[in-house]
């Protein structure tokens, strides 16, 4: 049998990986970690004029998911498990500030017994990968990285770089 767990996540960002968050909003999981912060804190909405240039910070934080574990005790014999489709792009998980698992990549599934785990889960997720021989600011930070080039800007497209679980 399975069982569920809607947890409620939130998300925040901070400059660096072991830094928490001064801030954390409601996030939707799936979802995108910086248009979950848009919508919580009433940003412009990115698709219109240079809205999205109001979000370029965003894709240099280091973005913290963070939810509660279930408390209820498990029947004899049943284990309990984070599944995950992906993650976009690189990322730790934690529980309890103990590090579980980490990952670079996208659409890569996962699974991770938690059988006996309690308290707080937490999901780093790093600043956008970029290419440090493209040219600052243009999509040829994408060379080298398996997101779409187009997040990092195209003559159609505004830049942005979405992370998120």
């Known amino acids: 049998m399975i069982i569920k ?13 072991h830094e928490q968050p001064k801030q954390f909003v409601p ?13 919580a804190l009433h940003m412009p909405d990115w698709k219109k004029g240079v809205n999205y240039k109001n979000f370029k910070w965003m894709e240099d934080c280091y973005w913290i998911y963070r939810a509660q ?9 049943t284990t309990r498990w984070l599944t995950g489709k992906g993650i ?11 590090r579980l698992y980490a990952h670079e990549g996208m659409f890569t599934p996962f699974s991770l017994d938690l059988t006996g785990k309690k ?8 600043p956008a990968p970029k290419d440090s021989l493209g040219t600052v600011g243009t999509r040829e930070e ?10 990092y800007g195209w003559d159609w497209h505004p830049r942005l770089i979405p992370v998120g679980i």
């Open 27 to 39: 996030a939707r999981v799936p979802g995108a970690a910086n248009l979950d912060w848009a919508e």
């Open 119 to 126: 308290g707080e889960l937490k999901i780093v997720i790093f």
């Open 88 to 98: 976009d792009y690189q990322y730790e998980i934690y529980i309890n500030n103990e």
């Open 5 to 17: 767990h809607n947890l409620q996540w939130q998300v925040g960002f901070s400059q660096s990986n």
């Open 69 to 77: 574990l279930p408390d209820e005790a498990l029947e004899e014999g």
């Open 142 to 151: 994408a060379a080298q990285c398996c997101k779409p080039a187009v997040s």
